[in-house]
């Protein structure tokens, strides 16, 4: 597929955990829409592999080396962004983990590494990008508080597993539960400087993180390799699984002109299996 329009021509966009999975398939659509795309991933291998096949597409693509957990690397790779490209137009918050357990298997080891990066991560992250954004901002747009124009666009990756509680994951399902109202309140603090921000809640996407829930309840239920999987996509209304494309071109759409008057927004992408 060719994208003609180019709707993000000479955006700067960082893509967190875009060496791999859905973030990969953002990063990409990025690339394709004109975008340059910084990869924040934490593997330096698939980060770099990202850079290059970026690369052939579009202008230029980074491969930043990073925890999103740390907030004194997030607020690094902000200035260095910023040094390099002069500014930060989108932030797509899309790195994330996820595991199967029930309430009496859980410690408070595994709830702490789930928020740190799923909700620590995502928020700091935003921050540290925010803080940029919000300098681009003219005085006069901040002291009217007006502007036709965005000055930043910020897409959260959370899930439908946080638009009700999911049971053997309540750590995850709670983590994305906070993402959607990190998406509404970061909306209604950052309004007043234009920068939009939404959130994408997708179902089942078959990705590494999905292969290790699948290997889980494999190993649990005494399942055969993918028959979780299998299970939980034919529940969803369109019988199938998403793809990471799929979510690429609702977060291109989100990140473009066409989505100026969009923000505090949450999307299903998701086959029809919730309607909240
Ligand atoms: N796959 C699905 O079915 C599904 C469904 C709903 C929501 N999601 C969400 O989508 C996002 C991406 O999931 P995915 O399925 O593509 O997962 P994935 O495991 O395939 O990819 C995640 C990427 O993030 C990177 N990453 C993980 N922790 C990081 C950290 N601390 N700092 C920097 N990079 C880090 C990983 O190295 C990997 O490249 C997650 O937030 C996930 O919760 C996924």
């Known amino acids: 597929m060719t994208f003609p329009m180019k709707r993000l021509e000479g955006k700067v966009a960082i893509v967190t955990g875009a060496g791999a999975g859905i973030g990969y398939g953002i990063g990409k659509r990025f690339a394709e829409e004109g975008a340059h795309v910084v990869i924040a991933e934490i593997n330096p291998e698939t980060a770099d592999q990202a850079a290059q096949d970026y690369s052939k597409i579009g202008p230029e693509a980074l491969a930043y080396h990073i925890d999103i957990g740390d907030p004194e ?32 298997e859980m410690t408070p080891k595994d709830w702490d590494e789930m ?25 006069e747009v901040k002291q009217a508080g007006y502007s036709e124009l ?41 309004a007043p400087y234009h920068i939009n921000v ?37 529940r969803i209304p369109l019988h199938r699984g998403g793809t990471i494309e799929e979510i690429g071109s609702m977060a291109a759409f989100l990140c473009s002109d066409e989505a100026d008057y969009i923000t505090a927004q949450s999307y299903n992408v998701d086959g029809g299996s919730e309607m909240n």
């Open 198 to 234: 939404n959130a994408i809640c997708p179902a089942a996407i078959w990705t590494a993180l999905y292969k290790h829930l699948d290997d889980r309840m494999a190993q649990k239920l005494n399942l055969a390799p993918g028959e979780f999987y299998q299970q939980r996509i034919r």
């Open 73 to 104: 690397r997030t607020k690094q790779m902000a200035a260095d962004v910023v040094a390099h490209f002069g500014r930060i137009d989108i932030l797509v918050n899309n790195a994330g983990i996820s595991d199967k357990m029930t309430l009496m």
């Open 150 to 190: 965005s000055y930043g666009k910020i897409v959260n990756i959370a899930s439908i597993a946080g638009r009700r509680g999911r049971s053997d994951a309540i750590h995850y399902s709670t983590s994305k539960a906070a993402v959607i109202t990190i998406t509404q309140a970061t909306a209604m603090e950052l």
């Open 115 to 139: 928020h740190y990066v799923n909700t620590r991560g995502l928020l700091f992250t935003t921050q540290a990008v925010a803080r940029q954004m919000i300098a681009r901002v003219p005085e």
